[in-house]
């Protein structure tokens, strides 16, 4: 794979190095200062775009992932929760029904013993939203690390691209005197 893409770029150094040459050779007139410098960009604008996708690109693909791993938090919260809503309904069903065949429908025991089952649920869903919470914000900061990685890979391959440009405008110059 690296090999083609040296040959890639040997021919397109080639091909630029001739095409740079048949203009500035006299088959055509000099060249003006902004003809120069659109000239250049034209040669250097492709990798810089290259560049510049690739890094959205991949930038978009870990958002995704981390958007991703966000939804399946919340989905296994959501089931939890309800297992936990079922297990206190079971339990809540379980005990009145056994308070009922002892005659203690009424009884302090049976609004105590709901009160703390309760109360367990409360502070279980408590729990499971907390972590959730925790595992969430984690992410989030994964999810804003990437972007300022993102923009910071943008920005250098900005500013190399107006180093190449300024190097390629004053080579191009110089040829031409």
Partial sequence: MAWITQQVTDSKN?????????????????MT????????????????????????QGYDATKLGYE??????????????????????????????????????????????EAALGQALAETIKNLSNENTRQTAQIQNKLTLAAQQNAQTQGRVNTDYATQLAAKVQELKQTQR
């Fill in 68 to 113: 991703q791993e966000m939804e399946n938090l919340a989905v296994q919260l959501a089931d939890a929760i309800g297992k936990q809503q079922q297990q206190y309904a079971q339990n809540i069903a379980g005990l009145e029904t056994s308070a009922l065949a002892r005659g203690m429908g009424r009884s302090s025991y049976l609004l105590n013993t």
């Fill in 14 to 30: 080639v091909l630029d190095a001739a095409l740079r040459d048949t203009i500035l050779g006299g088959f055509a007139a000099n």
């Fill in 33 to 56: 200062d902004d003809e120069i410098q659109k000239y250049a960009e034209a040669l250097l604008a492709p990798q810089r775009n290259a560049a510049l996708e690739a890094a959205q």
